[in-house]
């Protein structure tokens, strides 16, 4: 499905100089698979997600997406062949309402009552919601719910989902996750997911750890879930290289 | 009696497919082109000059007048003054707008001066939409002006749009309120091409617990100029918002001028401003749901102008 070889992301720093944030990175996301990506605040996820949706361009290596090298390919081009991503922070829009965004994002004149279907797998009374305007009057777990029910109307091969549990209350986790499970069974496609929650990591095939910009460790769960658990007290920091600011806790939306 | 331009363009300004239902005055190159009055809605022409005069009864309600203007010949240029008597506790939705198909070398030009004189604790809902098309070199000009003259407890909310076509407009908006009165303006602009645009705004709010909420949003693209003017004056215990909102796009030129002017201790008068243009994540955001950058640019501009 999705492959990247020595992926490289160099950015300008604040001193006028560069750094990079991605570094050599190759990993691959087979057909139906579900993979999760965890690491420290500020270790390159979304920097990642970004490359691969085309957000960013990588200034070294290769994107393969089915065989397809798509490593220079824009954005529009890597959503129309099947690549679809929920952001960590969800845009607001003034004036679009989440009837419109289900509508583009589904590509088709939806229904209100399909529309509804969505919004109601993430736990939104859909009535209510249909038609809000998707701006700063939502709080930022009812925008997370619209983020992720957007990807559900795509049914992409690929779903990458940045920190989807971010913002949403505990009360709806297992049915977030069982929404993963769902997706999983119906859309025949992988899923991609940045996450720092235990209980995501469990429902993964494979799990990738991203530190400083690189992968630490990658593998079935049950191999590297064990390592994860016992070393989350105590993170490696990362010196040279990389510089990396963290930002606040795990869970902030 | 209408010929397809003419029907295409009250589409257009005033939502008419048929003849409407109520009231109505239709003006189709400076001449009066059908009328029809009811029995609590009296529509007259003026004697002096141009124009006419609408008398709504005392306590009518859930009627409504539809007073379109039309210019399909080249080269009209005409002023005309409707005035709108509303009566006390009446409650009726006001449907007026202009548009203009110009496709021959001289200017097209309609200002309408539009006076409405609003009795104690009547509602009105007045919705006027402008338009403009026709490829000729002639240039379609509106430049309307609406008076609000609202007595106690009166209620006015105003829904002014002008979205195409219109190569240079003036708006002229003065309201005075009394006690308890309330105005709700929301204006949408687009301008493209050469195009310029004024919008002023004068609103006095001289009663106590009189209000006004005044939101403008607008969208400045190509090489067209907008100028956006407000001045809001509380001379009273009352409340005052005004809002304007503008994307910025090519080379486009925004002002804003926003006045505030409080002569009483409990006035609370707020202006927002804000000019930008559209954020690069709410188009990057599009494109990652498959559109492409102009696709998205125009699903956001649609929405802002909603
Ligand atoms: N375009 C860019 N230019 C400069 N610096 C960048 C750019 N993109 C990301 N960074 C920096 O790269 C580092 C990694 O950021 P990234 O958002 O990928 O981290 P993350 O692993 O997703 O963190 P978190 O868990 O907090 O979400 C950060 O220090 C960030 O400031
Ligand atoms: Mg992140």
Redesign the pocket.
Known sequence: MLELKNVTFE???ENGGS?I?TRDLSMTVGDNKFVVIT??????????ARLIMGI?QPTGGQILFNGRDITHASITERANLGISFAF?QPVRFKGLKVIDLLRIASKKELTVSEACTYLASVGLCAKDYINREVNASLSGGELKRIEIAMILARGSLLSIFD?PEAGIDLWSFSNLISVFETMRENIHGSILI?SHQERILNIADEIVV?DCGSIREQGPKDEILPHILGTAAARIMCDGGA???R?GG?ANA | MLDSVSKHILEEVADIHETPIGAYNFRVDGKSAGRQTTANIDITSKTDKPGIDVRIKPGTKHESVHIPVVLAESGIRETVYNDFYVGEDADVVIVAGCGIHNCGNQDSEHDGVHRFFLGKNSRIKYIEKHYGEGDGNGRRILNPVTEMYMEEGAVAELEMVQIKGVDSTKRTTVAKLDKDARLVVRERLMTHGSQYALSEYTVEMNGEGSSVDLVSRSVAREDSTQDYRSKVVGNAACAGHTECDAIIMDNAHVYATPELDANCIDAQLIHEAAIGKIAGEQLTKLMTLGLTESEAEEQIINGFLK
């Open positions: 950015a300008a720093d750094k944030i690491g420290p605040n500020g270790s390159g996820k979304s920097t990642l960013n960590q920190e940045i991203i510089k990396i600011s930002k795990a």
